[in-house]
C-alpha cells in the first residue's frame, strides 16, 4: 500500500511526532510506502513530495513546526469539491500510485477529509489544532503545549504587573473556543478570562478588576483572540484575510487595556501571545498523543478503516467518524466557564 501523508492549517506542535508514530508503523511494521506532500496541497498540486521512511522521521518529535511544512492552499482547484474537482484528486493519486492519505489538520482539514471520503476517496484525519475545537476527540495534540506557554506568560506577567501594581491583559489564541485562555487562565490563577463563547460587558469587567484591586492585588486578565465584548458585532481584527479567507484576529487586548485604565484608573498594559504559543518543541503529553495518533492512523489504514479520524477517548484512541468530528465546531460548555466564573475578581 502506498500512503500520501499531508498536513494543513496552521501547525501545531505535535505535528512531527504524528509523522514519525504514522510512519514507524505503517512503513515498518505494515511494509507500506509512504511518501510525504510539501506544504499541504501545494505540494499534491505540483508534486513536491518526499519519501517518508525510517531515516527521514529520525529524532523529530523533539522538534517544533513541521518537516512537511503546512499551508492553507485550498485542496481543490477548480471549485467547491465537486466531480471535476475529485476527478482532479483521482487522477493526481494516480500518477502517484497512491492507495489514500492521512491527513493532519484541524477543523477545515478534517472537513476535506470527510469531503474526499464521501466521493469515495480514501482518507484518513489525524487531528491538530493549538485551539482543541475538534469533535470526535478529548484533546488535540498542540493544545497542550500552548497551553504551557500561556501558563507561562501568565506567571511572568504577574509577577511584573504586581510589582507596578499594574493591570496585565494577555490576548492569546482561540478563534471560536476559548480552550487556551480558560486552561491557561486556570493555571495561571488569572482573576478574569474572556473567551468567544461567552460575551461580558466592560462594567463587569472593571468591577472584577477593582475587586481585585480592592484585596490589594493586581490584576491578571487572560482574553482569547476570538472574544466579543458585550454589544459588539463582530472580534477585533487585523488588516488581511488568512488562506482560509477568514479575517485575521488579534488586538482585542489592545482594545480592552485603555478601556480598563480609563474606568478604573489602573495603570494597564496589553501583551499579544501571537505565535510563540505555536512554536518551538512539544511537551511530553503532546509528543505522546501525537505519536499514538498517527500509530493509530497507520493501524487503521491496514485494517482498511477509511474515512474516520483517530480521535482520543479518555486514554484510548479510538478511531471516530470524520461526521461527528467536524459536525460542528467543539467550544466551552456554558459549565466548564461558570466553574472559572464564579471566582473572578
Ligand atoms: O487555528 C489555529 C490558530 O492558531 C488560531 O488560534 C489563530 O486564529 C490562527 O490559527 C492564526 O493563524 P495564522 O496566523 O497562521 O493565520
Known sequence: MRI?????????????????GAVLRGVEVHGFEMV???????????????????????GISPLGGVILGTSRVQPFVG?????????????RMHGYGLDGFLLVGGNGTQTVAKMLSDAGIRAIGL???IDNDLGGTDYTFGFDTAVSIASEAIDRLRTTGESHR?????????????WIALH??????????LIPE?????EQICDWVLSVRDRGRSSLVVVAEGFKLEGSEAEVTREGLDGFGRPRLGGVAEMLAPLIERRTGIET????????????????FDRVLATRTGIAAADAARAGQWGTMAGLRGDRIEMVSLEEAVGRLKTVPEARYEEARLNFG
Open 269 to 284: 498594559r496589553a501583551t499579544v501571545l501571537g505565535h510563540v504559543q505555536r512554536g518551538g518543541s512539544p511537551t511530553a
Open 127 to 129: 487531528p491538530k489544532t
Open 36 to 58: 510525504g506532500f510539501m506544504d499541504g496541497w501545494r505540494g499534491f498540486h505540483e508534486a513536491d513530495l518526499v519519501q517518508l521512511d525510517r531515516p527521514a522521521v529520525r
Open 198 to 202: 461567552r460575551s461580558e460587558s466592560i
Open 79 to 91: 471549485g467547491q469539491g465537486d466531480a471535476a474537482d475529485m476527478r482532479v484528486i483521482r487522477d
Open 166 to 178: 499594574r493591570c496585565m491583559v494577555l490576548e492569546v489564541m482561540g478563534r471560536g473556543a476559548g
Open 4 to 20: 500520501g501523508v499531508l498536513c494543513s492549517g496552521g501547525d501545531s506542535p505535535g505535528m512531527n511526532a504524528a509523522i514519525r
Open 184 to 193: 491557561a487562565g486556570m493555571a495561571g490563577g488569572a482573576q478574569v478570562t
